[in-house]
């Protein structure tokens, strides 16, 4: 196969993605009621529980007693808001739960899998807690029927348990969406936010200094764009960037440095070189990604502790680390990946671990150890990394799940 540039300067947009507009039936927008009111303080919670259904737990402080109940994985929430009322009201919504935490100040990692069904296309969110390796669920977006997941464009804002599904593709129709849904796990709710200033389906983003950024990708009929924009969260409004300079289809993006970097990848075979940008927000401006870092970059990205690692897509999933100084990229020393991670699969990371989730949502945890090395003369050389992998059991319902996209929020 080769790829097609086609060039799309002046190609009609159909605009879909209001809140308002017409849908075709083949797509609609499905309205998430609003969740009843629930205590917003540990402190009306403890109140309710002392004068009128006695403690938390008996023998306890209310106070420490919330606690230790705010540290229950997800799972265990239908068994034990059986208990008595006090626990069927802290534990029985979830919005309740996360708020409760807030308020506590707990900030713990979750991990977000957008997956669909194999034979169906039917898309869904499971969630992993990364604390007690449990698995739950949040509720369906506010989309359904004949939607491409691959050509969302997903982005987390961690710090503030914010989630963002950007663009996307009515796969029969083979058109791209204005769409903007956000996921807010402090509410456990979606809501549809302002629609971005162009309809595109697998395209670059990232955030950087809580500023959400987007570029490139296919609008109608497969033409690929040059423009790019930027979303305000607090301000929900979008802007205009600086052109790529290029049309452009993204493949895979990372942000590094407070820089995005996108690279329309490799395909099979490899009859043509990949392209690659980088954004520099603080002067509005794109520049070539620099040779090596592009010709190297074969897989999906995580960075680790400011560096950039690939989990490779043609190389038997080894995984590599580029070093900016030469522009070449070095083999990870590590342990054989799991032997349940198959692709298509996708990756993130949590401090100095990498997850990457395979087809069946099997889940493989990178531990990755920094080394310091220094050579003969006393003079440090450039630093070095290992990774030690282990898997992580998943439900056997997830059998027939593909991943799509995965991200990390905290909460």
């Known amino acids: 196969m080769r790829r097609v540039r086609v060039s799309s300067h002046q190609s009609p947009v159909q605009k879909l993605g209001d809140s308002q507009m017409k849908l075709t039936p083949k797509f609609r927008l499905a309205i998430t009621p ?95 807690d990364l604390t007690h390796f449990s698995w739950h669920t949040i509720p369906a977006m506010p989309c359904k029927d004949r939607v491409c997941p691959r050509g969302f464009g997903c982005i987390a804002i961690p710090p503030d348990g914010t989630l963002l599904v950007c663009g996307g593709l009515v796969s029969d129709m083979d058109c791209p969406l204005h ?39 296919y609008s109608k009929d497969q033409f690929e764009l040059n423009s790019a924009e930027v979303l305000d969260p607090i301000k929900g409004n979008w802007q205009p960037v600086a052109s790529m300079g290029m049309n452009m289809v993204s493949y895979d993006s990372a942000v590094l ?31 070539d990604m620099a040779v090596g870092m592009r010709e190297g970059w074969t897989g999906s990205s995580v960075v680790v502790d400011g560096h950039l690692f690939v989990i490779c897509e043609y190389e038997r999933m080894k995984v590599k680390i580029y070093d900016v100084d030469s522009d070449s990229w070095d083999i990870v020393e590590s342990s054989p990946m799991p032997e ?6 996708s990756v993130n990371s949590v401090g100095n671990k990498i997850f990457v989730i395979g087809r069946g949502l099997h889940v493989a945890v990178g531990h990755v150890e920094k080394k310091s090395c220094t050579g ?36």
């Open 34 to 128: 609003p969740p009843s009111s629930f205590p917003s303080s540990s402190a009306s919670l403890e109140s309710d529980s002392s004068q009128e259904l006695g403690p938390l737990i008996p023998g306890l402080p209310d106070d420490i007693a919330l606690n230790c109940l705010l540290r229950l994985p997800v799972k265990a929430h239908s068994a034990c808001r059986l208990v008595c009322r006090q626990w069927h009201r802290l534990l029985g919504n979830k919005e309740c739960f996360f708020s409760q935490r807030k308020a506590l100040g707990f900030r713990t990692p979750w991990l977000f899998t957008l997956a669909f069904h194999r034979c169906t296309g039917k898309i869904q969110w499971q969630v992993l």
């Open 340 to 345: 349940q991670i198959r692709k298509p699969f």
């Open 376 to 411: 003969s003369n006393g003079k440090r050389k450039k630093q070095s990394f290992s990774i030690q992998w282990q898997g992580i059991d998943v439900p056997q319902e997830f059998g027939d799940l593909t991943p799509s996209s995965t991200q990390v929020l905290y909460a």
């Open 257 to 287: 440095n407070e820089r995005l970097y996108t690279t329309e990848g490799c395909v099979w075979p490899f009859l043509s070189s990949p392209r690659g940008l980088v954004y520099d927000p603080k002067t509005d401006h794109w520049e």
């Open 179 to 217: 769409l903007v849904l956000k996921y807010e796990m402090y509410k456990n709710r979606w809501t549809i936010m302002s629609r971005m200033l162009a309809a595109r389906s697998f395209f670059a983003g990232g955030v950087i200094n809580g500023m959400v950024y987007v570029a490139g990708g």
